[in-house]
């Protein structure tokens, strides 16, 4: 079965610095996607950043960035420059490819960002 | 443009009555999702549909939870005879392509009573 464990429940950083969310996944599967969701209290999904595991290269979105590493099954979350309103839960998950299929969720980290 | 539309955005019932979801995906997109997300935890997933294909009911949690969508587009989560235990955020997410990310609405809250 696939999984996704994040072993940090809550993570806390200061306004400005940079922190580093955990992940790692167990899959069988070569062809697949990561993601990291980011769930304010508004309740909605956002899509921080994704990875395809073909990629080698790791994936940037402004001040959010992951460190993938395939064989180990890690995918942690970078965010720098941390901002007030980057305090949410963040959940990381993951699905095989190429077609539609539903994600497999950890069960996610609450980021405090202290001002 | 228009997102994922889920209604309503709560819903309080009594235990043992029937309940409806909506969700109204993105337009175009021939992948609906729904999840759950019981307090505290991680989404966990409940079925798919994907075009005119048979959808993937694998996650749903018992056979008082059934799901349709019609005309390929909006979608309806019926839970029937309602327990406690079923209290919990329900999402939806539509999704275009395989490679395409999924995008989700701001769910249902479900408390019963």
New interface residues.
Partial sequence: AQT?TQSQPEMSVQEAETVTLSCTYDTSESDY?L?W?KQPP??????VI?Q?AYKQQNATENRFSVNFQKAAKSFSLKISDSQLGDAAMY?C?YRT????????????TRLSVIA | GAGVSQSPSNKVTEKGKDVELRCDPISGHTALYWYRQSLGQGLEFLIYFQGNSAPDKSGLPSDRFSAERTGGSVSTLTIQRTQQEDSAVYLCASSQTGRQPQHFGDGTRLSIL
């Fill in positions: 996704v996607y993601f969701y508004s309740r909605q999904m956002i899509l994704r395809e959940f998950a490819g190429p077609g539609n299929t539903p994600l497999v969720f950890g069960k996610g």
